[in-house]
């Protein structure tokens, strides 16, 4: 036979058959277990789950009876990429399959169809186990075929894309154990990527969205994560296609670089030498990420944060180089050179976008140029909804507002802000008397967004908060007015052990009305009093079709004149409400001497009331007025000083501690205190 | 027949060939020759299409090697440990090659069986070295390349095993014209098998030679001239690769017609001539002494 004249053999084919035969017999453990994991994960669970005795149950879909399929989805296609392609990473079988007269596509596609040859048949086996046993007497769950299907796709697609992707880095990769930990890597880094970008963002850049959004689409990004979250929703359409046209394009992506990869890469750390500044600076980004957000937290000092960021990207480096040259060895006199080059581009990258150079920080749009606005402190319970657990939202749309004069009144509080930069870290954030967070949303005529979130202390701020805060459009948005108007089946008042349950029709309706009224009333000062609740309203709503029995609370004010009449005259405040009567003992002191106390009981008010009777402070409250009046105004406990505190015990053995402002203190109580 | 032309191929930024040329014609038996590290295993898997070369070309018949099935199907590599597939026999690697190797002879698989007495259901893994290497070259004369490329495949095998080997190879080379080329490190385990012998160190080819002519052709001579001055005389009308003197005699290594040497020699009517014919070793040592490079610890 002549040189080179092409023979017709079974090589010629695009699929070795000898190669897959070879690749079943050495690795068809992989396909035996896969299919007893996945049995035992679906059909197994199904005919064994559930009591005889009980209705059979209907589930929606089939990622959630039991055992997580998860771990053995991930492992497995994984698994099998690394054991078909250990041909790659070590010398003495690469050698081999690389002498053998077949081209390397050949040598790929043969290796990965022996691979879905291992991996997909389990999965429809399975399937087919899961669609036979449907109908069968007995079984405690009720799943329709199309649940079936859904499934078998499901794990189809993700066994696909998992193995592909296993074999793209391993393409990629010239050592076995690289490869594993890379692929998971890979499978978690983009999400972990915008997650700490997200944070670097939102901790240097003045304004930056504390909400942004992005936590909701995080799982989204990471197939891992996604993986995990099957059982809580499983994958929409589009998510089908994206892992189908990713498995197609890290298959192709496998089959070009293969051609160009050298067969003596097996060992090596990295197949490519031109992926080696990628992953360098893949590595560092995300160890100066997590070096600065770590001990960046708390310390707000430039050099700290310089000195940390340095760190994490020194680590970084010396980790990054230790496993591309393979030995910890790695000084060299150009490394000085090449780290601090890395370094300073790196830097850039990430401090430019929280610098000012950007005009992000100052930037506050036009009012002219604003078509709708939202600003408030509930902006992510409004938009969104990751974990499912509003049963009621309104839609996004509406939560903005046109009316110009908000918009002109939002601007002003944001360029205010924006001016003179109040540092958050100097105010108590939950303070909520002090503080206020705000998310201020604009819609802009460009069509663009903007969004930002500000922490806008009270002090200082009195005029544009007022001018917001007493805005209508505020207000209905901050106490969620929209929910109000579903039909409500009672509602309920409770006060420490108190409950009173309202459902009378027509009572549930005009109360219903004048909450309404009351809150688009409220005032700047009244919305930020610290005077204490006279009760809670819980609302019960009538019940929906998905049976779900949905509450909303809200708040019953001294400030609600209306409310207050209305629930006197009707007696339902008498049912609620306590009175002297009904107090046992008030004891009252002023708050002071707190650095006695040590800091771990900081908040122990019996402690510092203790305290305050050992030195002869506190006085007992015997006056039944004098008690009424206390009940009547109670303030939110702070820590600020130059309060006082009135511990109230009641008879029915409940305890309560009350706060009174200097304002609040009678003469006659201040005489009481010695 | 192969033809390697200014190849050089790096390795982390090393260059562990260096623009190696090389010819083989069909039916000899190259010997590649060099010390560990010389980068032999490199230039024989560039050879194989196992690398790609950087700079250069790797033919066979005219045709470039990287990546031809076509040319591959017709080269067997024998790496310098042999490596089956886990769990594999004789028996199952042989009928891997067989669906591989479109040139498999079944009947010689048979009659080599009786050469080699392996227990072809045997876990090759059990395998001694020695055995595995019979194995593996069982395996290989059964594809029937017409290029055999064997990394130092004399490791490892008895005195028995080795003759019968060579003489395989022999036959093989005689009935089919059979092209091999065989690397060691040593030049007494090759030196009866090779006609053709090159040395490497360093990446680099240093002499390449022709043994048959070369153990035709240099001869190692003792001579006491009864005057110096016939030195002189005689030196201009030889080609001499070697010169030494010690005390009165001289010796030289000549090439060139045994007859033509003595008889010019005789001339002069020499109180001592002795013309001694030379081992393949001494002729590697002078060569390469010539050249510049000590051959004692390239060759030995």
């Not at chain 1, 043969?110 to 899961?130: D, F, K, M």
């Not at chain 1, 990769?173 to 690289?178: E, H, P």
């Not at chain 1, 510092?608 to 009547?632: F, G, N, Y």
């Not at chain 2, 048959?212 to 001579?223: G, P, S, Y």
Request: net charge neutral; aromatic share 12%; charged share 20%.
């Amino acid at each position: 036979m002549k040189w080179g004249m092409p023979v017709m053999t079974r090589s010629r084919y695009f699929f070795n058959s000898s190669i897959i035969r070879q690749n079943l017999r050495q690795h068809g453990w992989i396909g035996i277990l896969y299919t007893l994991v996945l049995l035992f994960v679906f059909p197994l669970q199904i005919l064994m789950n559930g009591y005889r005795f009980t209705e059979p149950m209907e589930i929606p879909q089939l990622f959630n009876i039991g055992i997580d399929i998860a771990p053995f989805l991930v492992a497995f296609p994984v698994g099998a990429g690394l054991f078909l392609f250990r041909y790659l990473q070590s010398k003495m079988p690469s050698d081999l399959w690389h002498s053998l007269p077949l081209r390397r596509s050949h040598l790929l596609a043969s290796h990965t169809l022996s691979g879905l040859l291992l991996l997909l048949p389990p999965v429809w086996i399975t399937a087919a186990v899961g669609a036979i046993i449907r109908p069968l007497d007995g079984i405690m769950y009720i799943y329709n075929a199309a649940d079936v299907w859904e499934w078998c796709l499901t794990v189809s697609l993700l066994t696909l894309f998992l193995f592909v992707f296993t074999v793209f880095v391993g393409i990629c990769t010239g050592q076995t154990i690289l490869q594993g930990i890379l692929v998971f890597i890979l499978l978690i880094l983009p999400a972990a990527l915008l997650q700490f970008i997200d944070l670097h963002l939102n901790r240097y850049l003045y304004g930056y969205p504390e909400w942004s959004g992005l936590q909701n689409i995080l799982n989204n990004w990471a197939p891992l994560l996604r993986i995990m979250d099957l059982s809580v929703e499983t994958l929409t359409n589009v998510e089908t296609w994206v892992y189908a046209i990713l498995s197609a394009v890290f298959m192709a992506l496998s089959f070009l670089l293969y051609r160009k990869r050298h067969g003596e890469k097996a060992g090596q750390a990295l197949a490519f030498s031109y992926f080696n500044p990628l992953f360098k600076a893949g590595v560092m980004l995300c160890s100066m990420l997590l070096a600065s957000l770590y001990f960046g937290t708390g310390r707000n000092q430039l050099g700290w944060i310089i000195g940390s960021v340095f760190i994490g990207g020194l680590v970084g480096y010396i980790v990054v180089e230790m496993i591309i040259r393979k030995t910890w060895h790695i000084m060299t006199r150009r490394l000085p050179l090449e780290f601090a080059v890395y370094s300073v581009l790196l830097g850039l990258l990430l401090y430019i976008p929280v610098s000012g150079l950007t005009g992000y920080e100052d930037r506050v749009p036009q009012v002219d140029k604003v078509t709708a606005v939202y600003a408030g402190g509930n902006y992510r319970e409004l938009t969104q909804d990751p974990q499912g657990i509003n049963t009621w939202k309104e839609p996004e749309e509406n939560i903005y507002s046109t009316d110009q004069e908000y918009i002109k009144a939002v601007t002003a509080m944001h360029q205010a802000v924006v001016t003179s930069r109040p540092n958050p870290r100097n105010t108590p954030r939950y303070d909520y008397t002090g503080t206020r967070e705000f998310t201020l949303a604009y819609k802009l005529e460009s069509g663009r967004k903007l969004v930002r979130t500000y922490i806008v202390p009270a002090k200082g701020f009195e005029p544009e908060l007022k001018a917001v805060m007493e805005k209508e459009d505020f207000k209905r948005e901050k106490y969620y007015l929209a929910q109000l108007d579903q039909e409500m089946e009672s509602f309920r008042l409770s006060y420490l052990d108190k409950v009173y349950s309202i459902s009378e029709p027509q009572d549930v309706q005009e109360f219903n009305e004048i909450l309404k009224r009351e809150l688009l009333n409220r005032t700047y000062e009244d919305q930020v009093s610290d005077l204490r609740a006279l009760a809670s309203i819980q609302y019960v709503v009538k019940q929906n079709s998905n049976k779900n029995q949905i509450f909303y609370s809200y708040e019953w004010y001294p400030s609600y004149r209306e409310m207050t009449a209305w629930l006197q005259q009707k007696g339902y405040a008498d049912k609620i409400k306590y009175t002297a009567q009904e107090v046992l003992s008030a004891e009252m002191f002023k708050d002071e001497h707190q650095s006695e106390i040590p800091a771990s009981q900081m908040y122990d008010l019996e402690k510092r009331l203790q305290l305050a009777r050992s030195e002869k402070r506190s006085a007992v409250i015997t006056d039944p007025t004098q008690i009424d009046s206390i009940l009547e105004r109670q303030r939110a406990f702070t820590r600020q000083g130059d309060k006082y505190i009135v511990k109230i015990e009641y008879k029915g053995g409940a305890i309560n501690y009350v706060s009174l402002d200097e304002r609040d203190m009678s003469p006659v109580l201040k005489a009481l205190l010695p | 027949m192969i033809e390697i032309r200014g190849v050089s191929k790096i390795f982390q930024e090393e260059k562990a060939v260096e623009d190696i040329s090389l010819t083989v014609h069909k039916g000899a038996i190259y010997g590649l020759l060099g010390s560990n590290g010389a980068g032999k295993t490199t230039l024989l898997k560039t050879l194989a299409g196992i690398y790609r070369p950087e700079t250069g070309s790797v033919k066979i018949d005219g045709q470039p090697v990287f990546e031809a099935p076509e040319v591959k199907r017709r080269l067997i590599f024998m790496p310098d440990s042999p490596y089956f597939f886990p769990q594999a026999t004789i028996r199952s690697m042989a009928a891997f090659y067989r669906s591989i190797y479109p040139e498999w002879s079944q009947k010689r698989y048979e009659e080599l069986g009786t050469a080699f007495r392996l227990d072809t259901r045997r876990k090759l893994s059990r395998f001694s070295k020695g055995m595995q290497r019979q194995a593996a070259f069982w395996l290989a004369l059964s594809c029937k390349p017409d290029v055999l490329i064997m990394d130092e495949p004399i490791d490892g095998l008895d005195p028995v095993m080795r003759r019968q080997i060579k003489n395989l190879l022999f036959q093989e080379v005689a009935e089919r014209e059979l092209t091999v080329l065989i690397s060691s490190h040593n030049l007494r385990e090759i030196e009866d098998l090779c006609d053709h012998v090159g040395i490497m160190h360093e990446g680099r080819m240093l002499v390449e030679k022709d043994l048959d002519d070369l153990k035709a052709d240099t001869h190692k001579i003792q001579v006491a001239f009864r005057d110096e001055r016939h030195a002189a005389a005689l030196e201009a009308k030889l080609q001499i690769l070697h010169q030494e003197q010690r005390g009165s005699v001289s010796l030289y290594i000549v090439k060139g017609d045994r007859e033509r040497i003595a008889q010019a020699f005789h001339v002069y009517e020499p109180y001592v001539f002795d013309l001694l014919p030379l081992t393949l070793e001494e002729i590697f040592i002078y060569e390469m002494g010539d050249a510049g490079y000590d051959a004692q610890p390239i060759l030995l």
